[in-house]
């Protein structure tokens, strides 16, 4: 039968130490007749809740233990399937660290976990630390290629790649000779990293490495001797890693994570060609209005892979850290990013005509939220009028709806009467104790910009709100949990999207905005669509769950 | 159920279950040799330690030997190439044990750094691993005792024993498992390459700052021979076949303060009229000669006085010699036995781009601006002479004061005593008609170059003194085209 441990009252407790005593078998053979805790009125209250993530998540993958790294995707011709391989963290890593992982999907919304294929090297070797790499298959060898960073202080070079090879893509042997160093071509030797090849437009290989603020492009026929072709600089003199090069219809792309302590997060570059691009990249010719960037701070180490028809991108959503869920949603600041590695979040790229790229949601994580749930309306404020599924809402009128599940799907359309009507949603919205301060976190959609250029755009902002005790109303802005800006619809209309997978939130809109984040507490809370000052029309919301 | 039928049932439980654990064997690497060499293999820390020559290319290395324990197994095996540039590991497994050992190489050097014969230290050629010493005709090479420095760790046969030189002999350097075999030849010469001269007449007249200068270079410079002005002046010692002079010119009781004293100097040196007419006629034309045919000069303390007398700074209006382009400003603020103490090393400082300037090659604290030139506590007399830069001193001051310098004297200005700025203490001239370095003159006026000490404080130890030697050696590699 099935009971909980914390529902035994001290009578039973008592009994139990009794038997434990005695015997430590003695206790499961005994009759057990107690009875469970009432459920939780789930649906009947409001009242504040303080979930914790599952262990392991599904759709934004994380594994059971520790958290994932950088992450390689490949589309896999042999089997069919996206395969990633990643870098395992674990909250205490020893000497050896980031071994890689493989995770196979077919649908990018759930991961089949391959296990390690790449163990990291004993502690005096190059590769005690492993670090981003790729993987490459070579269809005339039939030979799986990882190149990847091996990463040792101790050793004469701090980093240099290194590679591994295998004939199934999941048993590998690591090349005991094959070495290439920064310092042998006149580069760095602390900074030569994450090594990505790719087939350029001259049937030859080519890989960029991340040297010292300059990228490193060597050329290869066989896969496996490579000569230096050339070094160009990184965008803006920043150190820039995790390069991602591929060929999109008839562009060019690069895309890189930034690791500017304020600039911090993935961009991406533009070229007709592999040389117009690398021009597009040392010379800082952003191609969108907020310098290249994509997403959020929330965003890191992402990269791509297709599988002829449709092109993904999975990068990692940092874990926070804090006492309770309040201090992890505010740890993120602009210049600090509290964790390295987290949830594998992925999402579909889309391309326009210009070549510009927007991330969408990925239709396969769309279909896994299949449950319907009737959003129940628990509250209404001054200004609102809505009938479950439709709406208008003004002023500073609010919604408040019920509680959300652990893997949510919520979507609707919002369009505002002005074009700089702001709006926002509210999560970890319900009532604290009496005398305790009531707070919850607001997404707000700044659609009406302050800064100059920026006011035909849009971004998502991030902050703390709330009443102390005395009912007197405070926020806190979140610098670090910011998305990119994008362009504002030209008919004030939003179609949004906002996936949640515990922690992490994932919000799009209208094939242009993508901003990932996390909103620790947000499962098993209520939440609310709210009227910063203007008018806005909601309909068609829907919820839907797994 | 009573409590001794549970204990029961737990002993019985314990009896039933076989552990499947292999637990017998060892996780040993008991011999490894990587191309033919061998390892030191520590049991305790599970390390090996690969001893190979200097010379081992280690980015692609075969595993010649490798012996387990019985049993064992490893991801590693015989015939498997290594990159050791870097340690790896070896997993070996026995049953269900495993260990992992950390492979790394010591290279063992095998190196003659010094060898030196009769006083002569040799040119060693470490590639063709040869050794050549140059000793004056006449000395007896059938016995005679080599003193020979290697690597650290390394041991060679022969050192400080004496031996027949009438012929090659080999010395042989072991360290460990490697070894390198020098050839060594003695060339006798009867005529010398190199003159180390004076204003003295004789060598044993040589005071003790250029006698120390003129020790070293007789034992470095092949081919060196002691040569008076005077013997220059009166044919004595020709410089048909020199290819390098140095002068170290040092002298106590008061510096010699340009040209005229310089030109007193000299004539009373060589024994001839304190007139340029007379002065020319007894040495300078023969230097100018030696000069203007390739031969090349490294001029230290107040030798530096002397390229203008000898053709290096022409009038660009008439063409003649610029006598007057001589150093303006020379000191000496102590006497050789009561030298003032440093009270750390004393450095000149590199000027303009010239960091890279083989003068300033391998110096110890090397690779900056600064050029470090004595120790704490080191004894020097101060004996400087320059071209001074200070405002108001002389038309080689001020903000056009290097250019001035450049068009009158003609050279190219190596050191000056403040970083960026200050007096000129090192200079060169071109060749003769030609470029910088073979056949020019380097000139070091810094009062840091000083090469003796008769009294050292307490707290001297030799650091940064050991660059003079460098610095000379570099000089007379660059003047000589080596």
């Known amino acids: 039968m099935r009971y909980n441990i914390f529902s035994y009252n001290r009578q039973t407790l008592a009994t139990l130490l009794v038997g434990a005593l005695a015997g430590a078998g003695l206790a499961s053979c005994s009759e057990d007749t107690y009875t469970p805790d009432p459920d939780r009125g789930w649906e009947s209250t409001t009242d504040v809740f303080v979930p914790t993530d599952e262990t392991g998540f599904s759709t934004y993958y994380n594994p059971a233990i520790g958290t994932c790294g950088d992450p390689m995707p490949y589309y896999d011709q042999k089997s069919g399937e996206f395969r990633i391989l990643y870098l395992q963290e674990f909250a205490q890593n020893t000497e050896s660290y980031h071994p890689m992982w493989l995770l196979s999907t077919k649908d990018c919304a759930n991961y089949t976990n391959l296990g390690e294929v790449l163990p990291a090297g004993a502690a005096a070797e190059q590769d005690a630390g492993v670090g981003t790499g790729c993987c490459v298959y070579d269809a005339e060898q039939e030979t799986y290629y990882i190149y990847y960073t091996g990463h040792n202080a101790a050793c004469p070079q701090t980093e240099a790649v290194m590679r591994a090879t295998s004939t199934d893509g999941l048993h590998y042997k690591k090349d005991m000779v094959w070495m290439l160093k920064g310092a042998e071509y006149g580069l760095s030797d602390t900074d030569f990293r994450d090594p990505q090849i790719f087939a350029g437009d001259d049937n030859r290989w080519h890989m960029v490495v991340s040297g010292k603020l300059q990228f490193a492009e060597f050329v290869s026929d066989n896969l496996q001797d490579w000569t230096l072709a050339e070094s160009f600089g990184m965008p803006w003199g920043r150190m820039s890693e995790c390069p991602d090069v591929f060929k999109m219809g008839d562009w060019w792309y690069m895309i890189l994570s930034d690791q500017d302590k304020y600039g911090r997060c993935i961009k991406y570059f533009k070229g007709r060609t592999w040389a117009e691009l690398k021009n597009a990249v040392k010379n800082a010719w952003f191609p969108n209005a907020d310098e290249g960037k994509l997403d959020s701070r929330g965003y890191f180490a992402a990269k791509t892979a297709g599988n002829g028809q449709d092109r993904y991108i999975w990068g990692w959503c940092p874990i926070r850290y804090g006492a309770d869920i309040y201090a992890k949603n505010t740890s993120v600041r602009d210049d600090v990013e509290p964790a390295w590695a987290g949830a594998l979040v992925c999402h579909r790229i889309a391309q326009k005509e210009d070549g510009q790229l927007a991330f969408v ?68 919205r319900g009532e604290h104790k009496d005398g305790e301060e009531n707070k919850w976190f607001q997404m707000g959609f700044n659609n009406q910009h302050w800064e100059s250029g920026k006011s035909n755009l849009c971004r998502v902002e991030f902050k703390l709100e709330g009443n102390d005790a005395e009912g007197r109303y405070f926020d806190q802005f979140v610098n670090g949990a910011l998305s990119n800006f994008v362009p504002r619809p030209a008919d004030n209309t939003y179609n949004i999207d906002i996936f949640t997978d515990n922690s992490v939130v994932v919000v799009y809109y209208n094939n242009v905005l993508s901003y990932t984040t996390r909103i620790y507490g947000i499962q098993k809370n209520g939440w609310s669509i709210n009227s910063l000052g203007g008018e806005i029309e909601v309909s068609d919301l829907k919820v839907t769950q797994y | ?56 290319p280690l980015d692609d290395v075969e595993v010649t030997k490798l012996v387990l324990s019985d049993g064992a197994v490893a991801d590693v095996v015989q015939g498997a190439h290594l990159n050791l540039t870097v340690p790896r590991a070896i997993q070996v497994t026995n049953g269900s044990l495993k260990q992992v050992w950390t492979v790394r190489v010591k290279v063992m050097q095998t190196q003659i750094l010094s060898f030196t014969l009769g006083g002569f230290n040799g040119v060693i050629d470490q590639a063709a691993q040869t050794i050549t ?3 004056k005709e006449g000395t007896d090479i059938t016995s005679i005792k080599p003193y020979i420095t290697v690597s650290e760790g390394a041991t060679v046969d022969g050192n400080e024993v004496s031996a027949d030189f009438t012929s090659v002999r080999h010395y042989i350097v072991k360290n460990g498992n490697a070894l390198r075999d020098y050839t060594v030849s003695v060339v006798l010469w009867s005529t010398p390459k ?83 007419d007379a002065l020319n006629a007894a040495v300078f034309n023969k230097l100018g000669a030696y000069y203007s045919e390739g031969g090349s000069m490294l001029l230290t303390r107040y030798a530096t006085i002397l390229p203008p007398f000898i053709g290096t700074s022409i009038d660009a209006g008439g063409g003649w010699m610029d ?36 003068l300033f090659a391998d110096l110890v604290g090397g690779g900056t601006a600064t050029v470090y030139c004595t120790d704490k506590d080191y004894g020097v007399t101060n004996s400087v002479v320059c071209y001074n830069h200070a405002e108001g001193w002389s038309e080689y001051s001020g903000a056009n004061g290097y250019n001035h310098w450049n068009e009158r004297v003609q050279g190219r200005i190596l050191g000056v005593n403040d970083p960026g700025n200050g007096n000129i203490v090192a200079w060169e001239f071109p060749a003769k008609g030609g470029a910088y370095g073979q056949g020019g003159i380097i000139c070091l006026g810094t009062g840091c170059f000083d090469w003796y000490s008769a009294r050292t404080g307490a707290e001297y130890k030799e650091n940064y003194h050991r660059n003079i030697a460098r610095m000379a050696g570099n000089a007379c590699r660059y003047l000589m085209g080596n």
């Open chain 1, 361 to 428: 949601p990925v239709p396969g994580i769309a279909s896994k939220y299949g449950k319907s749930v009737q959003p129940v309306v628990v509250e209404q404020t001054e200004g609102a009028d809505f009938d479950g599924m439709n709406g208008r809402i003004s002023g500073f009128g609010m919604v408040r709806f019920s509680r959300l599940g652990y893997h949510n799907h919520i979507s609707m359309t919002v369009k505002t009467r002005n074009a700089g009507d702001k709006f926002a949603f509210c999560f970890v």
């Open chain 2, 1 to 56: 159920m009573s409590l001794c039928a549970v204990l029961g049932a737990f002993v019985a439980a314990c009896t039933d279950n076989q552990s499947n654990l292999v637990l017998s064997g060892d996780c040993l690497v008991q011999e490894f040799e990587v191309a033919g060499s061998g390892a030191e293999i520590d049991r305790t820390a599970y390390t090996i330690t690969v001893q190979v020559p200097e010379d081992t």
């Open chain 2, 133 to 135: 010493v140059y000793l």
């Open chain 2, 194 to 276: 190199a003159l180390y001269i004076s204003g003295s007449a004789r060598e044993s007249e040589l005071n003790m700052e250029e006698r120390t200068a003129y020790e070293w270079m007789k034992a470095n410079v092949p081919m060196t021979a002691f040569a008076s002005l005077r013997d220059i002046a009166d044919g004595t010692t020709s410089l048909d076949v020199i290819d390098l002079i140095y002068w170290h010119c040092a002298k106590d009781n008061g510096a010699l303060d340009g040209h005229d004293p310089f030109m007193a100097y000299v004539a009373n040196a060589v024994g001839c009229a304190n007139n340029m």
């Open chain 2, 323 to 358: 006598t007057w382009a001589t150093p303006n400003n020379c000191w000496q603020a102590r006497n050789e036995d009561d030298p003032e103490l440093c009270g750390g090393p004393w450095t000149f400082s590199i000027y303009g781009d010239n960091i890279g300037h083989p």
